[in-house]
């Protein structure tokens, strides 16, 4: 293994916050919300559902985009270093002290880069889907991943907390795949029978390092 690629939400970021400031947004109970994005995932439905449960016209580029005029000095949907998960920093760096490239290259908007950038991370590189103009589970996103690491599908493994957008499409592509439980996802799909195609599945970061090295 010469390269290790990590997802963002709920890989990295705790997007509690975030989910927070959107229910405050609608109007509606935290835990409600909370409630109702379980529920939807639960039934295989996309996220979105969710908003339009508590807003059946909700758009997410007109909400954005109003939120962005009412609110212009807030994070609305963005995130910075508080949203940080506490073992992310010290894993990064373990892995780059086994001399392996860290990557990260999740799905998220444009301005999710200068956000992760400006937390300084022990990462060799940092993409977004927007400014690829690809997403996930497109494997022309993995052909990306493969295009910036240099390296062979067997030589990378994908870390990430869904099967539908990191595991299984890092898999299909050549890679290794690590599926993470936190988040909503990561819990749901660690349940799954298709967990089992993850090569390992981790209750966080912290144990990655010493899991890559016992493959050396």
């Not at 010469?2 to 990295?12: P, Y």
């Not at 994908?158 to 898999?171: E, I, Q, S």
């Amino acid at each position: 293994m010469r390269s290790v690629v990590f997802d963002v939400g709920e890989t990295l970021i705790d997007e509690t916050r975030i989910f927070g400031r959107w229910a405050d947004r609608l109007g509606v109970p935290r835990l409600a919300f909370f409630g109702l994005l379980g529920a939807v995932l639960a039934e295989g439905r996309p996220l979105i559902d969710a908003f339009r449960l508590v807003k059946p016209d909700f758009r997410l580029d007109i909400e954005t985009a109003a939120w962005l005029a009412a609110e212009p000095e807030s994070l609305r949907e963005s995130f910075d270093a508080d949203d940080l998960y506490p073992d992310v920093r010290g894993s990064l760096g373990e892995l780059r002290a086994l001399g392996l490239g860290v990557v990260i290259a999740g799905n998220q908007p444009s301005s999710a880069g200068p956000a992760l950038r400006a937390m300084d991370l022990p990462a060799d590189q940092i993409h977004v889907s927007d400014d690829w103009g690809v997403s996930k589970p497109d494997p022309a996103f993995f052909d990306r991943v493969l295009e910036v690491t240099g390296h062979a599908p067997g030589e990378i493994l994908y870390v990430g907390d869904r099967l539908d957008n990191d595991v299984l499409p890092a898999k299909e592509a050549g890679m290794s795949a690590a599926l993470v439980r936190r988040g909503m996802l990561g819990y749901l799909h660690s349940g799954r029978p298709d967990a089992k195609r993850a090569d390992v599945v981790l209750d966080g970061l912290s144990p990655l390092a010493g899991w890559v090295a016992a493959r050396a």
